[in-house]
């Protein structure tokens, strides 16, 4: 009688073995990352580890051509009058001012600081390249973006 008991303890414990991952099993989450605790939590990782990786600008004349494109896109927005002008302005001096933005920054100059520079610079430079359009407080709004993303 013993053995039976012995026998019934046993089968009871098998069985309840073999049914219980089932029963886990069918309340597992349907997340396509998750994590479980030791304390049986169930942790959604699907918005953290498990995202896709944010693509990489590969190279500094992608960069150069993502600053440009938004640099004129604002500043026509800003000034639709200089569309043209703008469009055919050579991008060099506009990624020049954008890079010595973060520059300024970098030294520890504050916005209006860098501006003031700037402005200065531009109104030495303009007889000697023809008057440019450059909009400076749209560059140093864009600039931090593409170039000094630690200064967001």
């Not at 219980?20 to 597992?28: D, F, G, L, R, V």
């Not at 896709?52 to 590969?58: H, Q, S």
């Not at 993502?66 to 200089?82: E, H």
């Amino acid at each position: 009688m013993l053995k039976l008991l012995k026998s019934l303890t046993v089968v009871s414990i098998l069985a309840f073995a073999v049914s219980a991952p089932n029963a886990a099993k069918s309340q597992e989450p349907d997340y396509a990352c998750y994590m479980t605790t030791s304390l049986y939590q169930v942790v959604d990782l699907s918005n953290s580890l498990c995202r896709p990786p944010a693509p990489v600008v590969k190279s500094v004349a992608s960069v150069d051509s993502l600053f440009i494109a938004a640099y004129k896109r604002a500043a026509i927005a800003k000034n639709p009058n200089l569309r043209d002008t703008l469009l055919k302005q050579p991008p060099e001096l506009n990624i020049k001012y954008a890079r010595a933005v973060c520059h300024g920054f970098k030294v520890g100059l504050s916005a209006e600081q860098v501006q003031t520079l700037q402005a200065g610079q531009i109104n030495k430079l303009q007889p000697e390249l023809n008057q440019p359009v450059v909009d400076l407080s749209t560059i140093q709004l864009l600039a931090p973006q593409y170039y000094c993303p630690q200064f967001k």
